[in-house]
């Protein structure tokens, strides 16, 4: 198995080979990059790219680790008891298995992606160390433990709202996703928007990139708000000629509402607009 990108996943050189590296040493690839870079679409292009199927955990600031192994459902069982139902005798119909242990049953190697692991407390990763390490977790309730089929391939995502313990960071790879020069950005336009005049996106990267560049932004534009924003020119025929005439110091460009998210940085254009002219 060997990991390219995809038809619609421009995946550079670095990418590629943390996750190969990952792949073949069989370790989880922790991903960190600005919000907007590709970090949780990555787990899917490789879920597609080497035909297998993943699994999605998506990390809540109230997600426990324990849910990912499997949570035991007590209140229903005492109902149950009280309701004389004949399943109480089977503790195993109040156990309901989290995605790890979906993960661990699977009869393939598939994608199993923990997304946004920085938003749940700060022992969440050490709780997983040993059932990401050694592919097992033990169930006290059924007195059985659950051994992993088949390793997983690994992707963890983090935004860096949080420092991740020492400990758990030894056992990942880690990949940083740099932000895409031009000739990268170029290139991840053009596979989404095939065919697209070159002049047009040619300005709208030159606009985009002076935005990002603009010192002081709470929040910089990101790859996603990007593509979003030339969708809209694409959708409002807005011709490359015509954007020629936008800029930062004059006239605005149309739809910046899709690269502009807080009025702080809407204000800041502003001003640096007024000191520019004066």
């Not at 020069?181 to 290139?187: C, G, I, L, S, V």
């Not at 040619?202 to 990139?209: C, G, H, M, P, V």
């Not at 930062?248 to 607009?273: C, F, M, S, V, Y």
Request: proline share 5%.
């Amino acid at each position: 198995m060997k990991f390219t990108g995809t038809d619609s996943y421009v995946a550079t050189d670095e990418l590629q080979v943390a996750v190969n590296a990952a792949i073949h040493l069989q370790r989880p690839l922790l991903v960190k990059g600005e919000p907007g870079t590709g970090k949780t679409l990555l787990a899917h292009e490789i879920a597609r790219a080497l035909d297998k199927p993943i699994i999605t955990w998506h990390i809540k600031s109230t997600t426990q680790a324990q849910q990912g192994l499997y949570e035991y459902d007590a209140v229903s069982r005492l109902r149950d008891s009280q309701l004389g139902r004949e399943e109480v005798a089977d503790i195993a119909h109040y156990i309901k298995p989290g995605k790890l242990w979906e993960a661990f049953a699977t009869d393939e190697p598939i994608v199993l992606l923990i997304d946004e692991i920085d938003k749940a407390d700060i022992e969440f990763p050490n709780d997983l160390l040993l059932e990401l390490d050694r592919m097992e977790f033990y169930v006290y309730e059924l007195q059985q433990t659950i051994v992993a089929r088949h390793r997983p391939i690994v992707v963890i995502t983090s935004n860096n709202e949080k420092e991740l313990p020492d400990a758990f960071l030894r056992r990942c790879l880690f990949h940083y996703i740099r932000f895409p020069d031009k000739e990268t950005m170029q290139a991840i336009v053009d596979v989404h928007y095939p065919g697209i005049h070159e002049a047009l996106v040619s300005e709208a990267l030159r606009l985009f990139y002076d935005l990002r560049e603009l010192g002081g932004l709470k929040k910089r534009p990101s790859t996603s708000e990007l593509l979003d924003w030339i969708k809209l020119l694409l959708f409002e025929k807005v011709a490359d000629r015509k954007l020629k005439d936008f800029s930062l110091e004059g006239d605005l460009p149309p739809h910046l509402h899709a690269l502009i998210k807080n009025e702080q940085d809407l204000q800041l254009l502003e001003h640096w607009r007024r000191m520019r002219r004066k």
